[in-house]
């Protein structure tokens, strides 16, 4: 039985608000595309082209023994992988010191399968809602790696397993749920919202939601120099998911490195990772240099969220009145509020 949960304008009208503990979650997906994925049989060369091909930075693996879908691979844990030989390591890739060697090493991993380059310890699998949960249940899985749940969109039992082994999942049951569909929706629908979670978060500023006292530390680096695998690198070891690039002297804040400017990388395009930052971003996949969303203490919550939708951005920095990056909020930080 497919997902058929009345619409909002019927069921969450004006008068009863929006709740995120009343709301399913299908509300939010049931205009995706199916969902796009791959098996962890699948050599980590296949599953870079998937991606590309797709305009895609991440998409969820599906163990065929286990008949569960084991984790989600991003992009940059794909690439970085690939150049380190393993997870756990993090100091090999400054050894590269050329664009052969960064092929070379990327070539000879390559053919290893998705499933042992990034889930060989994997234990668990990934977190699966139904389409009548309400989207407060996902806010806390949303907020941990890899940021993506499963959303069932049918009342069905489990999947039948000639169908799994002809071709995969039945077509249509699944949807990929991020943190981008629960910020959008309470954008979208934020004069409906109750009054309560309208006034405690999206009307308050980031200063009073205390999101620029939770978030102090800001990762930054010079603009001058810096190849774009050190910075990935110093993302990893750090582990966080982008960066600031400054003007070095004055620290005003230029541009935005994030493991989503890996959108599009194969292994023959690894040689550019050993290009300065900014020539890496303007040359893989034509990008231009965006200025990333910035905001100030006074900032709205909902203005906020507005600013970061628009541009397609899932983090904000905090500046001062010199353009210095002083903070950096992301979605984990202002959906954490909405459920505390």
Known sequence: MAFQEPALTADYGLAKRISPKKVGLGH???????????????????????????????????????????????????????????????????????????????????SQSIGDLLFNDVTECMVCFHCADPIEKAIKPLNAVPHH??????????????????????????????????VRFLSRHQHELERELLDRVLLATID???????????????????LALDAFNEMKENKVSAVGVCEKGTGRLLYNLAASDLRGMTVQKMHLLLRPVPEFL???????????ITAQP??????????????????????????RPIAVISYTDILSKIIP
């Open 298 to 323: 006074e900032t709205r919550v909902r203005d906020l969220l507005e600013n970061l939708l628009a541009g397609r951005s899932h983090r904000a920095y905090v500046i001062d009145d010199q353009q």
């Open 282 to 292: 303007s040359q893989l996949g034509s990008r231009k240099l965006i200025f990333p």
């Open 28 to 110: 939010l997906v049931q205009e995706k595309q199916n969902l796009l994925w791959a098996k962890s049989s699948a050599s980590a060369a296949d599953v870079m082209q998937l991606l590309q091909s797709n305009g895609l930075v991440a998409l969820p693996i599906y163990d065929e023994k286990r008949k569960k879908f084991i984790g989600v691979a991003h992009i940059f844990d794909v690439t970085m992988a690939l150049l380190d030989g393993s997870q756990g390591a993090v100091d090999e890739p400054k050894n590269i010191v050329s664009s052969e060697a960064v092929i070379k090493r990327a070539t000879e991993r390559a």
């Open 208 to 226: 009073e939601l205390g999101l620029v006292a939770d978030r102090p530390v800001v990762s930054c680096f010079p603009a001058e120099g810096k």
């Open 149 to 182: 749940v499963l959303v069932t969109m049918t009342n069905e039992q489990e999947e039948n397993e000639e169908q799994l082994e002809a071709g995969g999942v039945v077509e249509g049951r699944y949807r990929l749920l991020s943190q981008t569909d629960v």
